[in-house]
């Protein structure tokens, strides 16, 4: 099977030759967006063979002239609508561009979409949940402002060619919002960024964080690829997701720690990871970014590949 057939094989349901399996991790780029990154993610995808490739995003989102940070609750008010093509979008669309035209073969690409809680988290140092305490009014002025804009990159990408859209919901989880907090004010504007991205068959639902609501990722439609750490505290394992939901899971290598870890320990996550969700409608991949080298070292990169070869039996063995 080629790269696009096994992926496609998973998200449907069938048996694929193999396992397919991702990885990435933060290139830390200056500019962090542009030639300089296309170049690192093709170089990065031929090394370590993914057979889905998760195209970074590390531009900052552009605010408005004289305001780097929403500092004060009536800053909100000063965020406007952007549109997908301009300014660090552009710069990221640039990338998606070169990406999709010099990959090699018919590797899958999907470009990261970070969500509105995470992208108003980055521009306000984490301050979202005070200031909607301080003045809601002021902060849903924001909100929907960073929709709108998300919604026209969202827009943007289509338009490339590129396979799907991999949304980091982060704000679902014990560790950031109480569940009714993220349910009414955020999931409706998180399904509309991915209501943008129906038309793509690969978008990957990213479900950030520790002690997630899988009941809140469960009420969105529109992605056909669930990824969420599946080792991290408080968070469900592979079993019972698999209880909650068809689509296919994407997960199983502890991405915390992964930087002290022994090959034969990745092995072991990899073997238990496909021994858990079986060998349909599952790719093995990290919970979460992984360290950025030198944190962590070409060799356990390596090993997930070693990892895929490893594992394509393990349903045999359980038969």
Not at 76 to 105: C, P, V, Y
Not at 111 to 131: C, D, L, N, W
Not at 169 to 195: I, K, N, Y
Request: aromatic share 6%; hydrophobic share 40%.
């Amino acid at each position: 099977m080629t790269k696009r057939e096994r992926v496609l094989s998973a998200v449907e349901g069938r048996e694929p030759d193999r396992v397919p399996y991702s990885l990435w991790y933060h290139f830390r780029l200056d500019p962090p967006a542009g030639r300089g990154l296309a170049a690192a993610t093709l170089e990065f995808a031929r090394t370590y063979g993914p057979d889905l490739l998760k195209v970074m995003h590390d531009a900052p989102y552009d605010m408005p002239e004289g305001l780097s940070t929403i500092s004060d609750v009536e800053d909100w008010r000063r965020l406007g609508e952007l549109g997908g093509k301009d300014g660090n979008f552009g710069s990221q669309l640039e990338t998606i561009k070169t990406i999709l035209r010099e990959r090699d073969d018919d590797l899958p690409v999907v470009a990261t979409v970070f969500g509105v809680y995470a992208t108003a988290e980055k521009i306000s140092g984490q301050r979202v949940a005070e200031h909607l305490q301080r003045d809601a009014d002021a902060v849903e002025v924001g909100l929907d402002a960073i929709a709108r804009s998300l919604c026209n990159y969202v827009s943007a990408l289509t338009e490339t060619g590129v396979d799907g859209i991999f949304l980091a919901m982060v704000g679902a989880s014990a560790d950031t919002l109480t569940a009714p907090v993220h349910r009414d004010r955020f999931l409706p504007r998180e399904q509309a960024v991915l209501d943008v991205a129906r038309s793509l068959p690969l978008n990957v639902l990213h479900h950030h964080g520790c002690g997630i609501y899988p009941e809140n990722a469960m009420a969105i439609e529109g992605y056909a690829i669930y990824s969420w750490s599946d080792r991290a505290p408080g968070n469900p394992g592979i079993r019972e997701m698999r209880l909650r939901t068809q689509k296919c899971l994407m997960c199983g290598v502890n991405e915390i720690g992964f930087g002290e870890a022994e090959p034969f320990e990745l092995l072991q996550q990899a073997r238990d990871a496909v021994r858990a969700a079986g060998k349909t409608s599952f790719i093995l991949a990290p919970g979460c970014a992984l360290p950025t080298p030198p944190a962590c070292t070409e060799d356990q990169l390596r090993v997930f590949a070693q990892a895929v070869g490893e594992v394509v039996n393990v349903n045999e063995e359980r038969r």
